[in-house]
């Protein structure tokens, strides 16, 4: 093989790679376009965005925020693309798709919860002086662990319940905590796996967590 037809060979595998990658981006583009359409979707707030859909994801903040949120913000991170170049920067970067959704409630939670896929958290297993104590607790129903704190969860926990049974699939972590004044509730998910009609209804059940934490 010649060096003119090495060139030209290099070229144009090069190119092909370049091709694949744009459309790669373009197809994860329309793709959380339409998740953001979701979310848009889902309530009758504005979703404000601090940076519009794209390839790489979104950051949103519901405006004003749904009951009983006083503040309910997306942070949406794309996994790379699925190509040659897109797995390249995978690798190198460890970059991975995730979604989170942060919501503050008027007043601190009177029930809090505490769950991460494989794990009992660390926060959960602290002890501390004149701090009440998580107590563990385990639903067979979706085969995990959990931790509770509070007066009366009971609530709390039956919406969690619900949430794992339609989403727990998709979920890294859940944490209801009294002790931020940011955030209150967040939830660590993969969004890649997030149909847009699944949206409203995944809205629709962090905001009955809220609720249930906030019952007193």
Do not use: C, K
Request: glycine content about 6%; hydrophobic content about 50%.
């Amino acid at each position: 093989m010649t060096d003119r037809l090495l060139l030209a060979t290099v070229a144009s595998l090069l190119a092909l790679l370049m091709i694949a990658w744009v459309a790669a981006r373009v197809q994860t583009g329309r793709r959380n376009q339409g998740l953001a359409q979701g979310f848009i979707d889902s309530t009758r707030s504005r979703l404000m965005f601090d940076h519009t859909p794209a390839a790489g994801g979104f950051v949103a903040r519901f405006e004003p925020a749904p009951d009983p949120f006083t503040q309910l913000q997306l942070f949406y991170r794309s996994g790379a693309t699925v190509d040659p170049i897109g797995l390249l920067v995978r690798a190198l970067s460890g970059r991975s798709d995730e979604l989170i959704i942060r919501g503050r409630l008027p007043d601190r939670p009177a029930a809090e919860l505490l769950w991460a896929r494989g794990r009992i958290p660390a926060r959960a297993l602290a002890r501390r002086e004149r701090v009440s104590l998580w107590v563990q607790r385990r639903s067979d129903l979706i085969d995990s662990e959990y931790a509770v704190r509070g007066a009366d969860t009971a609530a709390l926990e039956h919406v969690f319940i619900d949430l794992q049974a339609r989403f727990g699939a998709l979920l890294h972590s859940v944490n209801v905590v009294a002790d931020r004044e940011d955030v209150h509730i967040e939830l660590i998910m993969r969004g890649a796996a997030l149909r847009a009609s699944e949206a409203p209804g995944l809205v629709a059940t962090i905001r009955s967590l809220g609720r249930a934490a906030a019952r007193r």
